[in-house]
């Protein structure tokens, strides 16, 4: 079908114009409707977690109620403060989707499927997921108002600090598949007995030490001082109400479902799984099922720990993850050097 | 580059937390010196729910200030409603039946229960973790049903008569009451796992907002945030009221004086309440519920001309009243000493130095209840 509705539009826009309008409108709607779903799992998680029902009344099982939600929302004004950056304070909600859905396009889907496949593609991911922030700045500080400005420069911070074991942990991976290319990342996994094994098994305190840190990043829960609501009120969002308010809350759920399908890429075996050569459209699914599982692990942090403090969560980035982080590298980096060194 | 320990005014900015604010528990507004996320100064604003209690209480008979009484502290309210009537009874010599001096501690007990449990709720949902106040306000909701069985009202309880109780206690009542505490018991071992076990609660509370034995004594602490500064001062045990003597129980103290240690004490508390509870259920006589000498539509409550001060162990701390009549049906004068004002008051002296997300906690901890700040 996809080659089908390709090929009509090709024949308008010639061949790039067609996969940019394709992919774009592939990726958005599904990111649309991830939203909607992980706002819904969200609650019905934290809901059991505290052994409530959760929404029960629109839909089957509250389904629709993220739908009813965002009409609401929708239909709320846009409030905007005498005293904020105009331009700035309008352009925050809208750009902090722009690095979300680069990403998105840069995860392969399935066995050469992906809608941007770059020969370094993991060296663009890294560089794009901390790009985010930008746009958390430029909310908190063209807010006017000070809660707002601590939630982005607490922002700023920590996605500086937690880039840093992101990337070493994302490392010790390119060490072992020998490419920055995500599909190749995937497609060079090691193999016991002809069964690819996910990195995860061979590099599990990278795997963790990439979780806490996408974790961190998308300023989930134990780590989400940026927008503490029982200290800063709403952190960087503060002065941002309606769908503006809304576009921050899409942009949260987006990055963690596209984060955690890169960390899936890396350390859960991407789209891998029994069966996927001969049914090639299982790949996405695995995928997905793999993402919505790192998805869910994020959750369930969320609802059990309270929250760190600005100091201890910055001392357990330079402190801790940092150098667990390195020291893995350094250590994957011998063991590959002792194996290849014989041969 | 300024020094990190400058005071200029330059190098710092003031946040104005609350009075609308997700965690100033109601309406307190904290005016924060801050340099950078440190705290320099705080002082704390209070009077945005000011009803002038007792000047109201100058203008109403005893019996109709009532009402009034519980509205002060609407987490314990039936302590302070109980504290009351004790009050008037002692100084108008009014005799209450044993049966209604051990219903009012059961009841009072298991109001300091409920406040505790809302207050670990609320606590823990300031330092940004939600479950736990969930299942705390499911056990709260437990013994809210069972004292609005009794009551009539969930919250602001108005069931002190002078004399006794408004209604008797239901013949079913001990058996449920029973069966709220044996859920109470099972659950301590649970928030020990979700809460006390949990490292980052450790590290978020350990060492946090000392309060000093001889600070905490200087500004009249009281309560548990005095006993988790070492200091062993219960009303209950110090001057007992009411049938507080005739039962077994402890007052858990810890030396720290830290957020941890105030958690750990009230947690500790909420024990000793339920030991109370249980010998209390034991030991319930029968009989009549009201002195029957004490009502009557047409009798009006005078006092004797005088002065008294008369003072109860509330959730959060010395509740105390001081009585002045002139012989009349309304009181010359009541004066209401409120645990929380002092408790509020110290913070000034353990914020500076601390993180924003410190002041939370520590905010968090003295368990303040506003209404019962401004009266």
């Known amino acids: 079908v996809i080659a089908a509705v390709h090929g009509l539009l090709a024949r308008v826009l010639g061949d790039f114009g067609a996969t940019l309008l394709l992919g774009v409108g592939l990726i958005l709607g599904y990111l649309t409707f991830n939203v909607l779903f992980l706002i819904w799992l969200e609650r019905k998680v934290s809901a059991h977690a505290q052994r409530r029902l959760g929404p029960m009344e629109v839909g089957p099982h509250g389904s629709l109620q993220t739908i009813a939600d965002m009409l609401k929302l929708l239909s709320k004004q846009l409030v905007t403060p005498v005293a904020t950056d105009h331009f700035t304070f309008l352009m925050a909600p809208i750009l902090i989707f722009v690095p979300t859905i680069c990403l998105a396009s840069l995860v392969p889907l399935g066995d050469a499927q992906a809608f941007a496949n770059m020969p370094n593609g993991l060296a663009v991911v890294v560089v794009l997921s901390g790009v985010t922030v930008i746009a958390v700045f430029m909310a908190g500080w063209s807010s006017n108002n000070k809660y707002a400005v601590l939630g982005g420069m607490r922002s700023v911070a920590q996605v500086v600090a937690y880039e840093i074991p992101v990337l070493l942990s994302a490392l010790s991976v390119v060490l072992i598949a020998q490419t920055l290319n995500l599909w190749g990342i995937v497609e060079g996994l090691p193999r016991w007995h002809g069964i690819p094994v996910p990195y995860a098994v061979l590099e599990p305190v990278a795997a963790l030490i990439f979780f806490i840190g996408i974790t961190a990043e998308t300023n989930r829960a134990p780590f989400d001082i940026p927008e503490a609501e029982s200290e800063l009120v709403g952190g960087f969002h503060t002065e941002y109400s309606g769908m503006r308010f809304a576009l921050f809350f899409f942009a949260e759920y987006t990055n963690m479902l596209v984060l955690g399908a890169v960390g899936a890429t890396l350390f859960l075996g991407g789209w891998k799984g029994p069966f996927v050569h001969s049914l090639p459209w299982l790949g996405p699914v695995y995928l997905l099922l793999k993402a919505y599982a790192v998805v869910f692990l994020m959750m369930w942090a969320r609802w059990t720990f309270p929250r760190l403090r600005f100091d201890q969560l910055m001392s357990f980035a330079w402190k801790l993850l940092i150098p667990v982080a390195l020291l893995n590298l350094v250590v994957t980096a011998v063991v590959l050097a002792l194996i290849a060194a014989p041969a | ?375």
């Not at chain 2, 609320?122 to 069985?149: H, N, Q």
């Not at chain 2, 044996?182 to 490292?199: F, G, P, T």
């Not at chain 2, 007992?240 to 958690?263: H, K, L, M, N, Q």
């Not at chain 2, 002065?307 to 959060?316: D, I, K």
Request: contains cysteine; neutral net charge; proline residues 6%.
């Open chain 2, 1 to 375: 580059m300024p020094s990190p320990h400058s005071t200029d005014v330059l190098d710092t900015y003031t946040l104005n937390m609350g009075p609308q604010h997700p965690s100033t528990h109601g309406v307190l507004r904290m005016k924060l010196t801050l340099r950078g996320e440190e705290i320099v100064a705080a002082d704390p604003v209070i009077g945005y729910s000011h009803r002038a209690h007792e000047k109201m209480a100058e203008n109403r008979t005893y019996a109709q200030f009532l009402p009034n009484t519980s509205r002060q502290d609407y987490l314990s309210g039936m302590i302070y409603n109980f504290a009351w009537v004790e009050a008037v009874e002692k100084m108008a010599g009014i005799a209450v039946p044993e049966r209604a001096l051990v219903a009012r501690v059961i009841l009072a007990e298991f109001n300091r229960i409920a406040s505790h449990l809302m207050w670990v709720g609320a606590f823990l949902l300031d330092l940004g973790a939600a479950t736990p106040f969930l299942y705390a306000w499911d056990d709260r909701e437990a013994i809210l049903f069972l004292l609005e069985s009794v009551t009539g009202s969930r919250l602001t309880y108005c069931t002190g008569r002078f004399g006794g109780l408004n209604r008797d206690l239901d013949p079913a009542f001990p058996d449920r009451a029973r069966e709220v505490l044996a859920k109470l018991r099972a659950r301590w071992r649970e928030y020990e796992r979700l809460i006390e076990d949990n490292v980052i609660f450790i590290n978020r509370t350990k060492g946090v907002g000392v309060l000093s034995r001889d600070l905490c004594l200087s500004y009249g602490v009281t309560g548990p945030t005095l006993r988790g500064s070492g200091v062993p001062y219960d009303v209950r045990k110090a001057e007992p009221y009411g049938a507080y003597a005739r039962f077994e129980f402890e007052i858990p103290t810890r030396s720290e004086g830290d957020v941890f240690a105030r958690y750990m004490v009230r947690v500790l508390e909420m024990q000793q309440s339920v030991r109370i509870i249980e010998q209390a259920l034991d030991q319930l006589p029968g009989g009549p519920i009201l002195n029957p000498d004490s009502i009557g539509v047409k009798k009006r409550l005078k006092l004797p001309a005088g002065t008294q001060y008369y003072a109860v162990e509330s959730a959060r701390g010395h509740y105390g009243i001081l009585l002045v009549s002139e012989g009349g049906t309304e009181p010359y004068r009541a004066k209401f000493r409120t645990p929380s004002y002092a408790n509020l008051a110290v913070l000034t002296d353990v914020m500076p130095g601390n993180m924003v997300a410190d002041a939370v906690a520590v905010l968090g901890s003295v368990d303040l209840v506003l209404p019962e700040v401004d009266r």
